[in-house]
C-alpha cells in the first residue's frame, strides 16, 4: 500500500492538494518588504471573502485553539460575565480558556449529539437586564460530535443584549454557509487545517467594529496574542512578528482553489458527502448521533455495531484499507468513529471510505450485505445536480 495516497478521513488534518503542498517549499521572502505586502494583502482579502465579511481578518502563526485564546484574551477582561454554549468537546474548551484567563463563566450545556436550544439561550439573557453578561461562546461545527448550530437563529435568540457574539467556526469556515456580517457575528475564528485544505498553523479571527471597540478597553495582559497590535501592522502589509511564511504562500494556492469552486458549490460538495455518509451508514444498519436536522456538512459520527469497539473497526479501517477514520473523543471515545468529509475530498472518496467501512465491519465479524452503503453512495451522487 502506499502511505502517501492514504484516504485521510479526518475532521482535520485534512488533506492538502499538491498545488499547496508546492506552494509550501517556495523560497523564503523578506516579511518587512513589498512582495510579503502584496502576499498578506492578497490572502487577507481571500479570507474575507471565505468568511463573507467586510470586517478586518487577522492571520496568527497558532493552531486554531490559539485563535480561540485570542478571542478570549482580547475581548473577555477578567471577572467578565460570559455565557459558554457548549455541545461538546470543543465548546467545553471555548469554555475553559475563558475561565483560565479569570472570565465568570456561565454554562450552558446540552447533551452531546444535539445542537443547542436557542430559546434557552434567550430565555438566559432575558433574564439578565443589567446587561452584565460581556459576551456568547459558541461552537458553529462540534466536531467531536458532528452536530451544526443554528448561528442566525443563536443570534437572534440574544435580541438586543449587547453581549459580543463569538464564534468557533474552525471546523465549519469553507465547508458550510457561515455569513459573518448578514448574520452579525462579532468575533469569528478558524482555523487552516480544515477546509481550507492547509497543513495546520494558522489561524483566522474577523473582528467587527463593535468587539473592536471592546478590545480597547480589554484589561488582560497580551503581547503575542494583542490583536489592535497585529490590525496596526497589517495597516503597513506586515505582521508583528515573523509570520509563518510557507502556510500564508499555501494559503495563497488554497484560496484560488477555493475561489475556484466557489462557496456555494463548495457547500453543496460537503452536503452531498455528509448525505452520503449517513445514508450509508444506515443502509449498513448502524446509528447515527445526530439527527438530520442538525447534522454537520464536515464530519459524521457514528455508532460503532454492538459487541464491536470502534476502535478496533478503525485499526481494521487503516492497517487494511488505507482509510483513517476519527475516534470518539473523551465519553465517546471507542463508541463512536468519526468520518472527517471536508477539505480537499470528493464525493468518490467517500465512496472508498464507505467501502472500507463496509469490509472492515465484516473484518470485525459483523454481518452486513456487503455493498449496500456504496450502492446508496453511488445513487446519491448520480441523482445530485
Ligand atoms: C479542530 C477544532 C479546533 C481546534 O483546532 P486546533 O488547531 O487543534 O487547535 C477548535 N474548534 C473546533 C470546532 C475544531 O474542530
Request: charged residues 20%; proline residues 5%; glycine residues 8%.
Amino acid at each position: 500500500m502506499f502511505r502517501e495516497k492514504q484516504y485521510l478521513q479526518l475532521p482535520g488534518p485534512t488533506p492538502v492538494p499538491p498545488r499547496v503542498l508546492r506552494a509550501l517549499s517556495e523560497p523564503m521572502i523578506n516579511h518587512r518588504g513589498g512582495e510579503f505586502r502584496e502576499l498578506l494583502e492578497e490572502v487577507t482579502s481571500g479570507v474575507q471573502w471565505a468568511f463573507q465579511t467586510q470586517n478586518e481578518v487577522i492571520i496568527f502563526p497558532a493552531a486554531g485553539t490559539g485563535g480561540m485564546e485570542a478571542a478570549v484574551v482580547n475581548f473577555i477582561s477578567p471577572g467578565d460575565k460570559v455565557l459558554a454554549v457548549s455541545i461538546g468537546v470543543f465548546g467545553n474548551r471555548f469554555a475553559e480558556i475563558a475561565g483560565r484567563f479569570g472570565a465568570q463563566v456561565e454554562r450552558l450545556d446540552f447533551e452531546w449529539g444535539q445542537a443547542a436550544d436557542p430559546a434557552t439561550v434567550a430565555q438566559r439573557l432575558a433574564e439578565d437586564k443589567k446587561g452584565e453578561i460581556k459576551a456568547v461562546l459558541v461552537t458553529h461545527n462540534e466536531t467531536s460530535t458532528g452536530v451544526t448550530n443554528d448561528l442566525p437563529a443563536i443570534k437572534k435568540a440574544m435580541g438586543s443584549h449587547p453581549a459580543l457574539l463569538m464564534v468557533d467556526a474552525v471546523s465549519s469556515l469553507g465547508a458550510m454557509d457561515l455569513k459573518t456580517d448578514e448574520w452579525g457575528l462579532d468575533v469569528v475564528v478558524t482555523g487552516a487545517q480544515k477546509a481550507f485544505m492547509l497543513p495546520p498553523g494558522l489561524t483566522f479571527l474577523s473582528v467587527n467594529a463593535k468587539a473592536w471597540a471592546v478590545a480597547q478597553k480589554n484589561t488582560n495582559p497580551k503581547f503575542y496574542w494583542d490583536l489592535g497590535s497585529a490590525r496596526k501592522y497589517l495597516e503597513k502589509g506586515q505582521t508583528p512578528y515573523t509570520p509563518a511564511l510557507p502556510l500564508l504562500t499555501g494559503l495563497r494556492e488554497s484560496l484560488k482553489l477555493m475561489r475556484g469552486e466557489g462557496l456555494e458549490n463548495a457547500f453543496a460538495r460537503h452536503r452531498l458527502m455528509r448525505d452520503m455518509t449517513r445514508e450509508a451508514m444506515r443502509a449498513l444498519g448502524l446509528k447515527l448521533l445526530s439527527d438530520d436536522a442538525v447534522a454537520s456538512a464536515a464530519v459524521t459520527s457514528v455508532f460503532a455495531p454492538e459487541r464491536v469497539e470502534a476502535n478496533k473497526l478503525r485499526k481494521a479501517a487503516r492497517e487494511k484499507y488505507n482509510v483513517v477514520l476519527a475516534g470518539g473523543q473523551q465519553k465517546l471515545d471507542n463508541v463512536i468513529f468519526r468520518v472527517g468529509h471536508l477539505g480537499w475530498v470528493q464525493p468518490l472518496d467517500i465512496v472508498a471510505t464507505i467501502a472500507a467501512i463496509e469490509m472492515a465491519l465484516m473484518d470485525c465479524g459483523v454481518e452486513i450485505a456487503l455493498g449496500a452503503g456504496v450502492t446508496r453512495a453511488q445513487t446519491l451522487i448520480r441523482n445530485a445536480k
